[in-house]
């Protein structure tokens, strides 16, 4: 009740535990988006299905990672599998820690941000 959300843009709410938590829950927000690393494994979305159906976008974070085979990740499998449980949803290959990617997602989230 003290957030002074009509004198912002933007809030970012962080899920409160694991992928199946912020499908549970309603936060309110205007759109879900789900972050999953590389780290984690490709099978995400077949795994947790509701996250991935419900969200707007998707970031594939630390592509970085990707790069020697330091992970075993099929990058085309993650972004087929959540197309199949959402066609619409937008995907961001992105390393916070490179900066790769990340300007193609400031800009949807810019956009988005105008359009609420």
Excluded: H
């Excluded at 927000?29 to 299905?49: R, T």
């Amino acid at each position: 009740k003290k957030l002074p959300v009509k004198d912002l843009d933007l809030i970012v709410i962080e899920n409160v535990g694991n992928l199946v938590c912020p499908f549970d829950f309603d936060l309110g927000e205007n759109a879900k988006i789900v972050v999953l690393s590389v780290a984690e494994g490709d099978d995400k979305p077949i795994k947790y299905p509701g996250i991935f159906a419900k969200s707007k976008a998707m970031l594939i974070n630390k592509i970085d990672l990707l790069e020697g085979g330091l992970v075993d990740f099929d990058i085309q499998r993650a972004k087929t599998d959540a197309r199949r449980l959402n066609k619409d949803m937008e995907i961001f290959p992105v390393s916070a820690r490179t900066g790769e990617g990340m300007n193609d997602w400031y800009a949807w989230l810019t956009e988005s941000v105008k359009n609420v």
